[in-house]
């Protein structure tokens, strides 16, 4: 079975751009999450979808948002582009909602970089 | 809020050692659940267990061991007989059962080297 599959696996912007990123969960998984990485932050969750539905937030302004659509794939979009931005953005899926109810499986993630 | 701490950021061991990466959490919840997780350098994320608040059984899983201790908000990682490709670094875990932001929080990972 495939895992997850994450493009495009490097990416680099300027500020002020926006960039749109994909995730593709494993087949049978509804339940995609986002995390951001940094060296300064670790680990930050971002956001959940469900359903094509958002269930849960992390700490993260408006410019960071997403979206899934009815095949389970997800899209991330960031707005407005900020230097910080700058980090490992990972996509983990599941069959059920939640990291509480079924173990999340994580793709290989997109490095972006913003210049 | 809840909170994980590793405090080793970084290990170095020479092949065969044993070593143990300490996990320390922080919640009010009685309902959580404790995960660890792999990260080579390639990038992506390799789940290694999920423990739930109420199993506090250790767990042994070839060379990988796991200690949950509620009484200390521990939940320590053994790797016996380490090999090279042990090499990564290693994430503890938390999450709460009920409702609001049902994201994973992560420790800060613990580099973990092994020198043959």
């Given at each position: 079975k495939a895992g997850v599959t994450q493009t495009p696996r490097y990416l680099i912007k300027t500020r002020g751009q926006q960039v749109t990123l994909s995730c593709s969960p494993i087949s049978g998984h509804r339940s995609v999450s986002w995390y951001q990485q940094t060296p300064g932050q670790g680990l930050q969750f971002l956001f959940e979808y469900f359903s094509e539905t958002q269930r849960n937030k992390g700490?993260?302004?408006?410019?960071f948002s997403g979206r899934q659509f009815s095949n389970s794939r997800s899209e991330m979009n960031v707005s407005?582009?900020?230097?910080?931005?700058?980090a490992l953005y990972l996509c983990a899926s599941s069959l059920k909602a939640g990291a509480v109810t079924d173990t999340q499986y994580f793709g290989p993630g997109t490095r972006l970089t913003v210049l | 809020a809840q909170k994980v701490t590793q405090a080793q950021t970084e290990i170095s061991v020479v092949e065969k050692e044993d070593v143990t990466l300490d996990c320390v959490y922080e919640t009010r919840d009685t309902t959580y659940y404790l995960f660890w997780y792999k990260q080579p350098p390639s990038g992506e994320l390799v789940f290694l267990i999920r423990r739930n608040s109420f199993d506090e059984q250790n767990e042994i899983s070839g060379r990988y061991s796991w200690n949950f201790q509620k009484s200390t908000s521990s939940f320590n990682f053994t790797i016996t007989a380490s090999q090279v490709v042990d090499s990564a670094v290693y994430f503890c875990a938390l999450t709460l059962s009920g409702?609001?932001?049902?994201g994973l929080t992560f420790g800060k990972g613990t580099h973990l080297i092994i020198q043959p």
């Open positions: 700490n993260f302004p408006g410019r407005t582009l900020e230097l910080g931005d700058s | 409702g609001g932001a049902d």
